[in-house]
């Protein structure tokens, strides 16, 4: 069986949700809901047709309050014709960081989540992206619970699907340094690998840390000079196309950044390169957790990840 290499582009309709979190209770800024309306409507509009001349199936995760707010672009998006709604996972309701949620919080969430998703398009989720890739402890065992197939935020490898496991509180003991060390040299603990398929995320291929510029974020950038971006990009598929059988490269957008003109045409010039190479597919998260589970492509073994650390 000859290279394979599965390119899933995931796009995060963020819109005005990520703008709503701002995690300090104060209310939104009205200039950052504006950037989050372009988002919504230009930004989606201008990737559903780059998506449709590079004929590309995406994955879209949509936060609920993109749906409710933006029923008629987000139906732009279910409608399109080329499957990538069925393909969707969930994103939070107003991109809230699900690892400062309580357990009931998360869960009610998820609950609110799945019931938007299911009344827009009559079909239970398939999968899951934490907003921020921030999960909680319990992330991996609640989506278990609702019949979450795949997640898309853990970063124990960068270009292989594994099964997912908690991070769990009580399996890491953090320095303290009003303690006796004794009480803290302790190693890891084994996780429970949960029922999730991991798609794995990757901030070193995300449009938003580079290209959107806020003085509100200072782990955001802005300004960088896309070919740049382009060639880091580049750069890594290399490398795993080099290294690798077969792998996934997910690549993470926003319509709101990667809508953009300039971000746009850098798109272009990286589908064009991507398909230079052999057994480059485009493939949805959905299908890669498929595979996964078909044994049709390898991933990444739970014993050398999903159960950090292997028993001595
Ligand atoms: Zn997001």
């Known amino acids: ?20 979190n701002t995690t300090t209770g104060k209310s939104a800024n009205a ?33 609920s309050h993109s749906i409710q707010s933006f029923p008629k672009q987000m139906a732009k998006v279910r409608d399109a014709g080329h499957e990538m709604w069925v393909n969707s996972g969930l994103h939070g309701y107003t991109h809230e960081y699900v690892s400062r949620l309580t357990e009931e919080q998360e869960r009610k969430v998820m609950a ?34 609702f019949g979450i197939e795949y997640d898309h935020s853990l970063m124990h ?13 009580n399996s890491v003991v953090p320095t303290n340094y009003d303690a006796d060390p004794g009480t803290w ?15 794995p995320a990757n901030w070193n291929v995300d449009d938003w840390p580079p290209f959107q510029f806020s003085t509100r974020n200072p782990g955001t950038h802005g300004y960088v000079n896309p070919k740049d971006v382009l060639e880091q990009w580049q ?26 003109s300039n971000i746009i045409l850098m798109h272009e010039k990286m589908v064009e390169f991507l398909r230079s190479h052999e057994g480059v597919e485009f493939v949805t998260a959905a299908q890669v957790c498929d595979e996964f589970k078909a044994g049709t492509i390898a991933g990444c073994s739970t014993m050398e990840l999903g159960a950090l650390p292997p028993k001595l």
């Open 185 to 199: 040299m302790v190693p890891m603990k084994q996780n429970t690998v949960r029922n999730v398929v991991e798609i």
């Open 112 to 145: 609110k989540s799945i019931e938007v998703y299911k009344s827009f398009t009559g079909k239970h989720p398939k999968g899951w992206a934490a907003p921020a890739w921030e999960v909680s402890p319990r992330s991996m065992k609640v989506l278990e619970d």
């Open 235 to 260: 750069d890594q598929f290399r490398f795993f196309y080099r290294e690798n059988e077969s792998f996934v490269f997910p690549i993470s957008i926003h319509p709101q950044v990667s809508g953009k």
């Open 157 to 169: 490898h960068d270009c292989q699907p594994y099964w997912a496991s908690d991070v769990t509180e």
């Open 1 to 20: 069986m000859g290279k394979r290499a599965l390119v899933c582009y995931c796009v995060d309709v963020d819109a005005c949700a990520g703008w709503l």
């Open 31 to 63: 200039s950052d809901v504006s950037r989050g309306i372009f988002g919504a409507n230009v930004g989606t509009d201008r990737l559903l047709k780059f998506f449709d001349e590079q004929n590309i199936k995406a994955s879209w995760f949509m936060p």
